[in-house]
């Protein structure tokens, strides 16, 4: 099926982050999700184009990544797909963020997906067998 | 981003201006870490700060971890999206916040 919606293809360059926050931003308030949620979205969707620039790409700036934001009946759509090296399973899982304690474990990486699933109704990720990955992050639609 | 630096006396306040982010945390992360090498005392203040994402946080915790219990960092003033996103990762009681300069 169709899903209405846009798509941009984005050099894995850090500098190009702000350019990828703008547009989820306008896409959010184009279908009246409210400032707050939009805020915590916005960041979410940066983690997972951050981790494909860092950990799929290795930070090589000169790769592409896909983002593409669609809409269904029920879901507000952001999909990241990558080709670079698919995240290990053991990095993906939703384990909740860590205890205050814990802060030796932090990771920029490991924090953003648990961001991810923090923030949005529902996550999808999809690494592949030997290249690329693809994470969907849905939001619901508001009323 | 910009960072403004001012010192006096065994203390440095770091001012990142701007966004925090992926292509910008590295040069904060630098400028964290000397000035904890170089002082005793290291306050960032975050008031001016419009967005941070995880590569922000992690580089305040490491300069947190970086003055371990020998010196002394603070965060001052934070932004509503830095403390939303301190909130956000439950990070906010890590750190020692001073609301007011």
């Known amino acids: 099926m169709n899903k209405p919606g846009i798509a941009m293809e984005v ?3 850090p500098a190009l982050l702000g350019v990828v926050r703008g547009a989820v931003r306008c896409f959010l308030d184009a279908y009246g999700v409210p ?3 939009t805020a915590e979205a916005v960041l979410a969707v940066d983690e997972a184009c951050a981790n494909a620039i ?13 983002l593409a934001m669609r809409t269904t009946e029920r879901w507000l759509e952001l999909e990241v797909r990558d080709s670079g090296k698919p995240a290990p399973r053991d990095k993906i899982v939703q384990k909740g963020l860590p205890e205050i304690s814990d802060h030796s474990e932090i990771t ?7 961001l991810m699933y923090k ?19 849905r939001l619901k639609r508001p009323e | 981003m910009e960072l403004n630096q001012t010192e006096e006396a065994g203390h440095v306040i ?3 201006v701007g966004e925090v982010d992926l292509s910008t945390s590295p040069a904060l992360r630098d400028a964290i870490l ?3 090498k170089a002082q005793d005392s290291v306050g960032v203040d975050l008031s001016q700060v419009d967005y941070m994402d995880s590569s922000g946080v992690a580089t305040l915790v490491e300069g947190l971890k970086a003055c371990a219990d020998k010196k002394k960092f603070t ?10 996103v301190l909130k956000l990762a439950r990070l906010d009681g890590l750190f020692r916040i001073q609301e007011q300069m």
Not at chain 2, 75 to 84: A, G, I
């Open chain 2, 75 to 84: 965060l001052l003033t934070p932004s509503e999206p830095v403390m939303k």
């Open chain 1, 54 to 66: 860092r950990h799929a790409y290795g930070g090589q700036k000169d790769r592409k990544f896909r």
């Open chain 1, 35 to 37: 400032n707050e949620r």
């Open chain 1, 11 to 13: 050099s894995s360059d």
């Open chain 1, 108 to 114: 920029p990486g490991g924090l953003g997906v648990q």
């Open chain 1, 119 to 137: 923030v949005f109704d529902n996550v999808d990720f999809c690494p592949g067998k030997t290249r690329g990955n693809c994470v969907t992050l």
């Open chain 2, 14 to 16: 770091l001012q990142p």
């Open chain 2, 34 to 36: 000397a000035a904890i």
